[in-house]
């Protein structure tokens, strides 16, 4: 399976060609356009399922489902994390539980960003397996922890996902501890001084050894679409 998380930073239907040539069975996309405003620009991204959840039909999360890959919200969907999507993920007979992310920005550092994403995926622990796939934008990385609730800051999300037995496929891959990352995954507002981690995939550390590809975009490649860079992951299921 292979899969693409890429905030697009908006007017993804104008940048879905740089995507295809990767064959992705899935895409996750934050900052997208909703099904209804592609079909206004009379935009055709050749889709099994599109997946949609936001507040404004310029910017939402997406989900893309390609080569025969079928999605649906998972029915233990909690809309209070309306940007934390847990999806049934099938193909054939083989059956997945992803969760896709992206988290944004509140009146409160007690209640966005990281906070945000890490309540939901205590929220929805019951349902983690090792046949469960986490990916997204979560704006988020150790280097910042003083900034949020202490109790849910990104070092008290990894310790959760870490009792889980969930690891992030970077860190696994590059042997780097979180907050010392070499490879960005964003520019921000295009800067070459403010690059920071910022999007992950974690997965079921028994699943590790299927992975059988991982890479974050080159910056100078994808900083002409978006701040961000997307990741590519690539695994056996």
Known sequence: MKLISWNCNRAFRQKYSCLESYCADIIVAPE????QKLAKFRSCIPCTDHIWVGDSDTQGLSIF???GYHARIADF??????????????????????????????????????????????????????DTLIIGDFNSNKLWDKHFNRKYNH????????????????HCIKHENHGEESIPTICMYRN???????????????????????????????????DHMPLF?????
């Not at 997208?32 to 099904?35: A, I």
């Not at 991982?214 to 910056?219: A, L, S, V, Y």
């Not at 992951?233 to 299921?237: G, H, P």
């Open 77 to 130: 969907y909690l809309p209070e994390y309306k940007h934390v999507v847990p999806l049934e993920v099938r193909h054939g007979s083989r059956k997945l539980l992803m969760i896709a992310v992206w988290t944004k920005g509140g009146p409160s550092s007690r209640n966005s960003y990281v906070v945000y994403a890490t309540k939901a995926l205590k929220a929805y622990r019951h349902y983690l397996n090792e």
């Open 65 to 67: 489902t390609f080569n």
């Open 155 to 170: 070092s008290r999300m990894l310790e959760f996902l870490d009792k889980m037995h969930f690891r992030s496929v970077y």
């Open 32 to 35: 997208s356009e909703s099904p």
């Open 192 to 226: 070459p001084e403010r690059i920071y981690h910022i999007d992950y995939a974690f997965i079921h550390e028994k699943k590790l050894k299927d992975i059988k590809d991982f890479h974050i975009g080159d910056k100078d490649s994808w900083l002409s679409y978006s």
């Open 233 to 237: 992951l690539e695994i056996a299921i």
